[in-house]
């Protein structure tokens, strides 16, 4: 936390940029589509979002057999709700554990996962890994985002596996929370960020980037520890920008539960998901115009069907 804090200065200003970025609901990596990259055709979309389908559904029998509580979260509950499945221009899925409940899943992909077909990563199981969250993969494939190639792991279509945990419900205790989240962001997006970005913030991605993988992975977890011994009213993913809902979620939609279908299957919806996307998205029936759907292009696509065709399986 010491090299964060003699960063202080040039990134408090970065901070409030980044949310007024965020809260348009683009990427800065959907902004420069023309410079390098493409977007999934219609037909790329349907398919990889099969595999994530394949992928939800194994989530669901690991956590179904071993006792574990999830939900459906961010696009894929709104989607259950608007589309009974994805919405048409969704490229992920996202799928929420509360910190303890995240645990147990982790653990449980040890000797419940198919690994002739997924394999699940977070920073404790990669080497080189940028992310506060996890992720299962489907293997075969290959899915690489803009900006992304340099990353030394393999990365194949996958689903967000992300972990709540709790927010201080003093205001002042809050606020200082919300700005270490920011840098413990900022700091695991910097090996992308230096390749991205430009002017003070490329010299400041350059230097987070510096911060051993070991001294950041260490220091997070004993932040996420920390703020776990104490259960909350609110909870958020740190190493995840929240625009515009910093204070997070009421952890109540999170344990309140009901099946939920999503693409013709049954998973684990939030009971309460009326008052959770109306606080996330407003209007969350309205779809949004054209121009603020948020798309990510790709770099790198092998989708499984392509695999199964050029080894003859098709």
């Known amino acids: 936390m010491k090299f964060f804090l003699v960063l202080y200065v040039g990134i408090f200003y970065w901070q409030t940029m980044d949310v007024m970025i965020c809260s348009y609901g683009r990427s800065v990596m959907s902004s420069n589509v023309n410079r390098a990259g493409y977007n999934l055709s219609e037909a790329e979309l349907k398919e990889l979002q099969a595999t994530e389908v394949e992928m939800l559904v194994e989530v669901d029998r690991i956590c179904r057999k071993c006792g574990i509580q999830y939900c459906i979260s961010a696009g894929t509950q709104l989607g259950a709700v608007r589309h009974k499945g994805f919405i048409p221009w969704d490229d992920d899925a996202d799928v929420a554990f509360l910190r303890q409940e995240y645990e147990k899943f982790r653990e449980a992909c040890e000797t419940e996962l ?74 695991f997006w910097a090996p992308l960020g230096k390749m991205q970005e430009r002017g003070i913030k490329r010299i400041i991605y350059v230097l987070l980037s510096c911060i051993p993988d070991k001294q950041l992975y260490d220091s997070f977890t004993k932040f996420t520890n920390a703020c776990d011994r104490k259960q909350t009213k609110r909870i958020r993913i740190f190493a995840f920008p929240v625009p515009g809902h910093e204070n997070g979620y009421m952890r109540c939609w999170f344990e309140k539960l009901i099946p939920t279908q999503f693409e013709g299957i049954s998973l684990m919806g939030m009971k309460n998901y009326d008052e959770y996307l109306s606080y996330k998205y407003g209007n969350y029936m309205e779809l949004p115009p054209v121009e603020k759907r948020k798309v990510h292009p790709v770099s790198k696509l092998t989708l499984l069907s392509w695999e199964e065709e050029k080894n003859g399986l098709y």
């Open 114 to 187: 198919d690994k002739e077909r997924f394999y699940f990563q977070d920073y404790r199981n990669t080497p080189g890994y940028r992310w506060g969250y996890g992720k299962l993969r489907r293997k075969n494939t290959e899915f690489v985002r803009l900006y992304q190639e340099h990353m030394p792991y393999e990365q194949g279509v996958f689903i967000d596996i992300m972990p709540y945990d709790n927010v201080p419900d003093f205001y002042l205790t809050r606020k200082w929370h919300n700005f270490r989240c920011f840098l413990y962001r900022k700091a």
